[in-house]
């Protein structure tokens, strides 16, 4: 092969590279990138340290050994490389500290590692003491988010969107009851809805919904509903039935629990969970559509019905976790400008997501608080990316998710193949969506059998 030859050559497969990078940089990861980015993070790892000031000085000990010895001065030491793992999206990267080195060090300096391993975007934590996991992602993630073709469901726990570092985000109801869920008009806040619908539409649950703008968002979901009010007035009803409801189910759990010395550990329960399974109650998903509907009144007969909705709301999220009530709260704004208990109605969501929103005081609503520093990442949410967000909780801990686009169609569909599985609450029938019968499928007719030509 002559010497020309080889270069065209060369040039073309770069410049395929190029593409294939801009256009699918998933592929590019999976094909060409893996093998650089391993090169790189081997090759840098101790002189990127050692910029970044994550790197310790050389013992005494050290020190003396090589003034007796007469030889130069040691190092100093970057941490140990425990584990290098490449994934679908980047590099996984374990590291067991020196003696004197901290965690947040490398949470610190996460911005120099992501620019020094030429990499799109580097996270820190902490596994366990004296060891840090770094996770590296090769390409922007969020930008065409694409779900795992594997990604767990079990339970209430249930996959909703992907996060910046490659991980899937799973909306697990057990271990965070209530959510609230902020957005400014065309942030992707409905999109998330559904994307919560469709998941739980295959899941033993009941959903119950409440849709003030007259039910377009979630009336045409309605066949996987057990309930929908889709007005203040129904809502504050219905709210008041769950509330029944609630206390029906802690009298079921009180008549089970008949503790004494020879009842075991694992039958003693305050939650449906523990319950025998022929007893447990179907739990029940609660879908706020637009709060600051149910908290506005102009007159002095809506200021009673806000009163209710409100009373029974901050009964719902403080007491419903036990019975199987689980709250996902919805709105545009939600301050202490819609009233009364609306603080302490917020103060119980412990589950925040926050999109994009218009001014810093209704992210401060979302994350003010518990993390000033979410507090400044949803600000900075582009409008170009409906459906990026902001997910944190009373822990302080934060992270930028996107859900995958949901169009509504889909998740009419996995309402419609799944609504088989729709329970029908006891003292809420009265709310239960009234649809027509879906219009039976027409097949073609069978083709007429011909008769065989003969000779």
């Not at 990442?377 to 995958?404: K, N, Y």
């Amino acid at each position: 092969m002559s010497t020309n030859t080889f270069l065209v050559l060369a040039l073309v497969v770069v410049a395929a590279a190029l593409v294939l990078r801009r256009l699918r940089p998933a592929w590019y990861w999976l094909s060409i990138g893996i093998s650089l980015a391993l090169v790189r993070v081997v090759v840098r790892y101790a002189s990127v340290m050692d910029a970044c000031g994550l790197t310790v000085p050389p013992s005494r000990f050290r020190l003396t050994l090589a003034r007796l010895a007469n030889r130069p001065a040691p190092e100093s030491r970057p941490p140990r490389i425990l584990r290098i793992r490449p994934t679908r999206t980047g590099l996984m990267l374990r590291v067991k500290l020196r003696p004197g080195q901290d965690a947040f060090d490398f949470a610190a300096s996460t911005d120099r590692l992501r620019h020094s391993f030429s990499m799109h975007g580097v996270t820190s934590r902490e596994i366990k003491s004296g060891v840090v996991e770094l996770r590296m992602t090769g390409y922007d993630v969020l930008q065409r988010v694409q779900m795992p073709a594997k990604v767990e469901r079990e339970g209430l726990r249930i996959p909703v969107a992907l996060r910046e570092d490659g991980e899937v985000h799973y909306r697990d109801y057990q271990e965070v009851p209530h959510s609230l869920d902020l957005g400014a008009t065309k942030s992707g806040k409905s999109v998330y809805q559904r994307r919560l619908v469709k998941e739980l539409a295959t899941q033993h649950v009941a959903l119950v919904g409440i849709d003030c703008k007259q039910g377009v968002e979630l009336a045409p979901l309605a066949r996987r509903f057990s309930a929908l009010a889709d007005n203040p007035d129904d809502a504050a009803d219905l709210l008041e039935a769950l509330v029944e409801r609630m206390a029906d189910t802690y009298q079921v759990i009180r008549r089970e629990q008949r503790i004494s010395a020879d009842t075991p550990d694992a039958e003693i329960t305050a939650d449906i969970w523990g319950l025998p399974e022929h007893l447990r109650p179907v739990p029940v998903v609660l879908l706020v559509d637009e709060v600051a509907e149910l908290a506005l009144f102009s007159n002095t007969a809506e200021k009673k019905r806000r009163e209710r909705i409100i009373t029974a709301l901050v009964r719902l999220v403080q007491l419903g976790r036990a019975a199987g009530i689980y709250v996902e709260v919805c709105g545009q704004r939600f301050g202490a400008e819609l009233g009364d208990g609306i603080t302490m109605l917020r103060a119980q969501l412990t589950g925040r997501i926050s999109h994009r929103v218009n001014d810093e005081a209704s992210a401060k609503m979302a994350f003010g608080d518990i993390s000033p520093d979410a507090v400044l990442a949803t600000t900075q949410i582009p409008v170009e990316r409906p459906g990026m967000a902001v997910a944190g909780d009373s822990t302080g801990g934060w992270v930028r998710i996107r859900t995958p686009f949901t169009t509504m169609r889909q998740a009419v569909n996995a309402c419609t193949a799944n609504a088989h599985r729709t329970p029908v609450l006891e003292g809420l029938e009265p709310f239960r969506p009234v649809l027509p019968d879906l219009a039976p499928v027409k097949l073609p007719a069978p083709a007429a059998a011909t008769k065989p030509a003969t000779a």
